[in-house]
């Protein structure tokens, strides 16, 4: 059998997970399911109306550890930051920011980068904003489908 050789920083996300739980009053709610596996991860995020910071985020994961630890990483790294910011937080810069993934679980890290833009989706779509931009044009593991070329990067 194949061992899997996690990164430091993985397994510490993973056994102390940042930011678990949920918000009373979220202004941005996001929930993502991962077509591979069957995964699901949900972020509530408070959004200042008038800065658009996320002043507070906090996540829960079902599913497994690098799920887990990309959950926690991609909390640390969208708190405090504006919804521009936060917007261009990829799947691969989460990983990136625990020292890498094994490839075999890369697509655990869609489900982070995923729950951002949906969080984010929620909190456009109750101002009555446009959400187009945050969306794969046919459908792809963003949005629950599998497709080529997907212009987020991971539909294959
Ligand atoms: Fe499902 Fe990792 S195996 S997210």
Redesign the pocket.
């Known amino acids: 059998m194949e061992i899997i050789m996690y990164s430091e920083k993985v397994m510490d996300h993973f056994t102390n997970p940042r930011n678990v739980g949920e918000i009373e009053g979220a202004n941005a709610v996001g929930q993502v399911g991962?077509p591979?596996?069957?995964?699901i991860?949900k972020m509530y995020m408070k959004i200042n109306e008038e800065t658009n910071v996320i002043e507070e985020v906090k996540f829960k994961?079902f599913?497994?550890?690098?799920?887990i630890a990309?959950s926690s990483m991609a909390t640390e790294l969208v708190k405090g930051k504006t919804i521009d910011e936060a917007l261009e937080i990829t799947n691969s810069a989460v990983a990136e920011a625990l020292d890498g993934l094994p490839p075999i679980?890369m697509?655990?890290?869609?489900?982070a980068e995923e729950a951002i833009h949906a969080a984010i989706g929620n909190y456009y779509e109750s101002k009555g904003m446009d959400t187009s931009h945050l969306k794969c044009g046919d459908g792809c593991s963003c949005c629950g489908e599998e497709h080529e070329g997907c212009e987020h990067g991971h539909g294959e």
């Not at 591979?36 to 995964?39: E, H, L, Y």
């Not at 599913?63 to 799920?67: E, L, Q, V």
């Open positions: 991962n591979k596996c069957g995964d991860m994961t599913g497994c550890g690098a799920a990309t679980k697509h655990c890290s869609n489900l």
